[in-house]
């Protein structure tokens, strides 16, 4: 596919070709990703500037998100991708492997820079999700500071840079311009910026900007920092998809393809109908989500690639609400447990009550059976993100659901994300959506397809 850039992002790609530092500040939808990969090829294929680039990202990002937006675009598809995720032999064989852009998680960003030391490699680095770095006391941040001087060019990505409050800027302007714009140490930026705030006799537990510090600080960095939102930008449509792509465990693939060659095998040689089709999609789809019901209609967590997926989604939106649904008990119940464990104000909706809360901005995540909000509310107000973490095969319910928010009055442009685990029905229901045909009739041609591919084998 052709990829032609919005004015935007070729402003973006622009800034990011020239500058050897750059903070892109976007909104999600915008496309951070294709314009970083742009950039990239132009300055490894176009310029010859740049040798090796690292990219560090959130662990579900990093397993697939990069490489599959790649695949997407003519432009940018021959790039080479190295995954360095895994045991350390598998990170150490992925750092080995010829590639133009090595792809790793942050929580090994300490063993990577200790691993390296100072014959660092990268003379590109892009930080996914730039704000995972915004603690200064972080041994993320401390690594990659120690090694920043041997970085010729540093790209951060995020949506929102400072999600709770400005103080959190300085380490990642830090790692762009090494402290020239906000000062070499975190201290004497607080000091020149903010007055102390709650305090006892001893010890001050915050710190609140002086009169003027936001435009003086922005003003210092907006050389180097592009910060964009959607809603400004009337070219892009006013609904936005955004597939996040799910890599299953090696536990979680091998459950998946044992449990559909099984059932598969198992169907009866004449013509599959409607039910059988129906019956085999469903536990297919429950396990891509990670559980699955037994007889007695309890349930096995069998893999948390979904959630764990859904949690780093969650961050990325750094506090901006969303419509989250859920196609199965099993999934509403894990979300929860997993909800629990983070600060972040979450319901599953039961009546007009929370339908009153979501639209008063009082939720952050608002789970709910596309069945039981499909039709009649307003959620406009509450949001502009919804997640799928499970589509369902009926298009009607599908648009319906996504309307509570893509309705008259909302002000921003909705973004739909699907969490769509790789190589499992989750592709084929989105596919079904996505050339809106007959629900039934792509789940039975879908289906066939993959019984034939059983039965030849």
């Not at 989250?324 to 464990?341: G, S």
Request: proline share 3%.
């Amino acid at each position: 596919m052709r990829f032609t850039p919005h004015p935007y992002q070729q402003y973006c790609i622009t800034q990011a070709v020239q500058k050897p530092a750059l903070g892109l500040f976007l909104d999600m939808g915008l496309g951070k990703t294709i314009i970083t990969l742009s950039a990239i090829s132009e300055l490894k294929y176009g310029r010859f500037a740049v040798q090796k680039v690292l990219v560090i990202a959130p662990k579900k990002v990093a397993e697939a998100t990069w490489q599959r937006e790649a695949k997407k675009w003519d432009n940018v598809k021959f790039l080479r991708f190295s995954t360095v995720l895994g045991s350390e032999t598998k990170r150490i064989r992925a750092l080995t492997t010829p590639a133009d852009i090595y792809v790793i998680n942050r929580e090994n960003v300490v063993w990577l820079v200790d691993y390296y030391q100072n014959d660092w490699p990268f003379d590109m680095v892009v930080c996914d999700e730039f704000s995972s770095f915004k603690s200064h006391s972080a041994k993320r941040f401390k690594a990659l500071a120690m090694i920043r001087n041997h970085i010729r060019r540093f790209i951060g990505l995020t949506g929102t840079p400072s999600p709770n409050g400005l103080n959190d800027l300085w380490s990642q302007v830090y790692l762009l311009d090494q402290g020239v714009r906000l000062g070499k140490y975190y201290t004497h930026f607080r000091e020149r910026y903010f007055d102390p705030g709650k305090r006892s006799r001893d010890v001050i537990y915050s710190y609140d900007p002086k009169d003027g510090a936001k435009e003086a600080i922005l003003e210092k960095i907006s050389d180097i920092c592009i910060s964009m939102k959607a809603a400004d930008y009337l070219q892009l449509p006013k609904c936005i998809t955004d597939e996040v792509p799910v890599v299953l465990t090696d536990k979680g693939k091998k459950a998946y393809d044992d449990l559909e060659r099984k059932m598969i095998l198992e169907l009866p040689d004449d013509t599959i109908d409607v039910t059988s089709a129906a019956a085999l999609s469903n536990k297919l789809q429950q396990l891509a989500n990670g559980a699955i019901y037994n007889d007695d209609h309890d349930y096995h967590e069998i893999h948390n690639c979904k959630v764990e997926a859904f949690l780093e989604l969650l961050e990325q939106l750094n506090g901006q609400a969303a419509l989250v649904f859920y196609n199965f008990q099993h999934d509403r119940d894990r979300l929860q447990k997993a909800l629990r464990k983070t600060k972040l104000r979450y319901r599953v909706y039961q009546n007009a009550d929370d339908e009153a809360d979501w639209n008063a901005g009082k939720i952050d995540v608002l789970l709910t059976h596309p069945a039981s909000t499909a039709y009649g509310l307003n959620l406009q107000d509450g949001g502009h993100h919804v997640i799928w973490f499970g589509l369902n095969w009926s298009l009607e319910l599908y648009q319906q659901a996504n309307k509570r928010l893509h309705r008259q009055g909302q002000q921003y442009p909705v973004i739909i994300h699907h969490l769509s685990c790789v190589g499992t029905r989750d592709e084929d229901i989105a596919a079904a959506l996505e050339k809106k045909d007959e629900s039934q009739e792509w789940l039975l041609q879908s289906l066939k397809a993959r019984i034939d591919k059983y039965r030849s084998t």
